[in-house]
């Protein structure tokens, strides 16, 4: 099977008012079309933050070696308007806190249409019915109006759940999901 990503010896450090800390040491992981990949280990021990690495979201303070092939590009490599193609569209993440990682200064709407109007060139009108759709498949009671909702109106569940529908709105190759249950209840 091709690998649809390879990380290679990927090393992720922080520099520190204490000095460096290494957060990821040398990971090594390959992941191949139709895989689900499970990476556990104890908290803090650089799960997120090797994946974060490998998207070009690391906090300003941290820096990466080695190597996140993506096909034969190097997701390290590449520009931030490179990695803003790619995010979303090829590789989506699904954040492990949905308050922090929604804008709470626009609508559900607005922050699902701005990936189809991005990675897909749908109109607004079009963004939007498919969003709606997406947000009814992830089970928002009512999406149809949940939609014009800010992220503050919704509960930590339905926050998590739009995360999940906009990850999930360009049919990526990979998603990458950290933690994406944490906010849900039970039954969902």
């Known amino acids: 099977m091709t690998a649809l990503l390879e990380l290679d010896d990927l090393s992720v450090r922080f520099a520190t008012a204490d000095g460096e800390v290494k957060a990821v040491e ?18 803090g021990a650089g799960k997120s933050q090797a994946f974060l690495a490998t998207l070009g979201l690391l906090a300003r303070n941290g820096s990466t070696t080695g190597a996140a092939l993506f096909g034969r590009r190097n997701l390290l490599a590449m520009s931030r308007s490179e990695l803003d193609e790619i995010r ?31 990675h897909r060139n749908h109109d607004s009108a079009a963004a939007r019915t498919v969003s709606v759709e997406m947000l009814t498949r992830v089970g928002i009671p009512d999406a149809d109006h949940r939609i014009d909702n800010y992220p ?24 990458i999901a950290d933690e994406p249950t944490t906010a849900l209840d039970v039954t969902l």
């Open 152 to 175: 503050h109106q919704l509960s930590g569940g339905m926050r998590q759940r739009v995360m999940i529908a906009m990850a999930l709105m360009c049919q990526p190759q990979i998603l």
């Open 88 to 118: 979303g569209s090829e590789i989506s993440f699904i954040f492990q806190d949905p308050m922090t990682a929604l804008n709470p200064s626009l609508t559900i709407a607005r922050q699902l249409t701005e990936v189809l109007e991005q």
């Open 26 to 43: 040398k990971l090594n992981l390959t992941l191949s079309a139709g895989e689900t990949l499970a990476v556990v280990g104890e908290s």
